[in-house]
């Protein structure tokens, strides 16, 4: 005959957790929210910054074909101080600064250095690397 032993009827009648147990779900689980949720707002953190870098992108060229669709004549620095950048890029880029530089060539006859400049700061105040870009544009000459 089998007399099962006192730890085995234990064991066979226990229904539930122990306290033990809970405490080391409750450690693990808190563990793993701390590694999370700083996560999870670093990627939106990162994502937001990505996308004005790509708003920044999109209106520096738009300005730098606008500046080039001007005649060669129309191409210096008092026409393109009036630029100014879109209303949507404003609301994006906090304290966004804008440059267009443009120099002569001393070297290079009927030659224009067009410099573009976007900077802005990101939600903590300081400035990014800001977006740049540059263009020479020529004095077309007229065909005969």
Same mark, same amino acid.
Not at 15 to 26: D, K, Q, S, Y
Not at 119 to 134: A, M, Q, Y
């Given at each position: &005959?089998?007399?099962?032993?006192? !730890?085995?009827?234990?064991?066979?009648?226990?229904?539930?957790?122990?306290?033990? #147990? &809970?405490?080391?779900?409750?450690?693990?689980?808190?563990? !793993? &929210?701390?590694?999370?949720?700083?996560?999870?707002?670093?990627?939106?953190?990162?994502?937001? +910054?990505?996308?004005?870098?790509?708003?920044?992108? $999109? #209106? $520096?060229?738009? &300005?730098?074909?606008? $500046?080039?669709? %001007?005649?060669?004549? #129309?191409?210096?620095?008092?026409?393109? =101080?009036?630029?100014?950048?879109?209303?949507?890029? %404003?609301? +994006?880029?906090? =304290?966004? =600064?804008?440059?267009?530089?443009?120099?002569?060539? =001393?070297?290079? %006859?009927?030659?224009?250095?067009?410099?573009?400049?976007?900077?802005?700061?990101?939600?903590?105040? %300081?400035?990014? $690397?800001?977006?740049?870009?540059?263009?020479?544009?020529?004095?077309? #000459?007229?065909?005969?």
């Amino acid at each position: &005959m089998y007399f099962p032993s006192k !730890v085995g009827l234990a064991l066979r009648n226990r229904r539930g957790f122990t306290l033990i #147990e &809970m405490m080391v779900a409750g450690v693990l689980l808190t563990t !793993v &929210m701390m590694i999370v949720v700083p996560s999870i707002f670093w990627v939106h953190r990162e994502r937001r +910054q990505t996308e004005r870098y790509q708003v920044a992108i $999109v #209106e $520096v060229e738009n &300005m730098m074909e606008r $500046v080039v669709a %001007l005649p060669f004549s #129309e191409v210096k620095q008092s026409t393109v =101080d009036k630029l100014a950048l879109s209303e949507s890029a %404003l609301r +994006q880029l906090s =304290d966004a =600064d804008l440059r267009i530089e443009i120099s002569e060539s =001393d070297q290079l %006859l009927q030659m224009k250095k067009i410099q573009i400049r976007l900077g802005w700061k990101n939600h903590r105040g %300081l400035s990014v $690397v800001p977006v740049r870009l540059t263009s020479w544009i020529g004095l077309k #000459e007229k065909q005969k």
